[in-house]
């Protein structure tokens, strides 16, 4: 009676052990995203409850949430205030995040790639041709100021233009505004607002509109196709939710692959959760762009990293884009 006791309370212990470990687990994922195409694998996770089924799958009774936020800045205090445990954005905001939080019980790294994209800078201005034409009187909106994606590629054509040292020589026109709001004020003409640094498929649709030009393109400034989102996490939450983690990292593979599967499909995702004034067709021209591409690769990033070190933005340099992500996706033949 002794040994049945004995091995009862040792069966006992193992299930009570195991039920702990699935309730460390958290039960709600909360997953934030931006304005644009970029966000499309998060809106396909969504739509099709992509993350949920994977969830299941690893035996967790788990929901996503996902919530629009603008801007990087915002989207890293919701990250590190914990209203949020899945950011997603552009390299610039997360790169000076991992630089402030490498070595910190807070530490973050980069979960995956989302997609490459080109973003451009437009304006309604006759007398502008090229960012050599910006006065004091012009403004610039954009997501975020000084450390947005936009805010950085314009930085890089400044240096490309002017030579070092004048990196921020147009940083006092930024104006921060989320993207739709922006597009609007641009065509508007009604605003101060007289040049947009925007993304797709916003760029696209304002180009449309008599009198707005494109004078600058990423792509022209980095040398090429280059990775303009990421997705991150802090490393706590790495570490304390081993399977919603890797739940989440199938379900985002899986979205990716239905992207380029089914381009229709997603792109009538895009406007039913978006319910921009954009057509599926209009959505599905952006997926078929050769410049724009849904993968989890990162690609030509170091060369955004490269530069705000170099100019102080962040205070350490990686040795590779391997140093800011986690070591699930260090097999893809990142740069």
Known sequence: MKRISIAGLAAISILLCSAHAAAAEISELKVARQFGISFLPLMVMQEKKLFEKHAKA?????????????????????????????????????????????????????????????????????????????????????????VSGQAIILQMATQQQFGKGTEFKYDNLQVAMPTPDATAALLSGATEINNQFSEAPFQYTALKKPGVRRILKSYDVLGGKTTYNLVWTTSKFHDENPKTYQAFLAAFNEAIQDINKDKRGTAEIYVRITKEKITPDEVLELINDPDIEFTMTPQNMMKIVGFMAEVGHIKVKPGSWKDMFFPEVHNLPGS
Request: aromatic content about 6%.
């Open 58 to 146: 690893a035996g967790l009774d788990s929901t996503a949430t996902y919530m629009q936020i603008s801007g990087g800045t915002s989207v890293n205090d919701a990250l590190l205030s914990n209203s949020i445990q899945i950011a997603s954005g552009g390299v610039p905001p997360f790169a000076v995040f991992w630089a402030r939080t490498r070595g910190t019980p807070n530490e973050v790294k980069a979960m995956t790639a989302k997609n490459c994209a080109p973003i451009m800078l437009l304006t309604r201005e006759p007398r502008i041709k090229s960012i050599g034409d910006f006065t004091e009187k012009d403004k610039i909106a954009m997501p975020a100021t000084k």
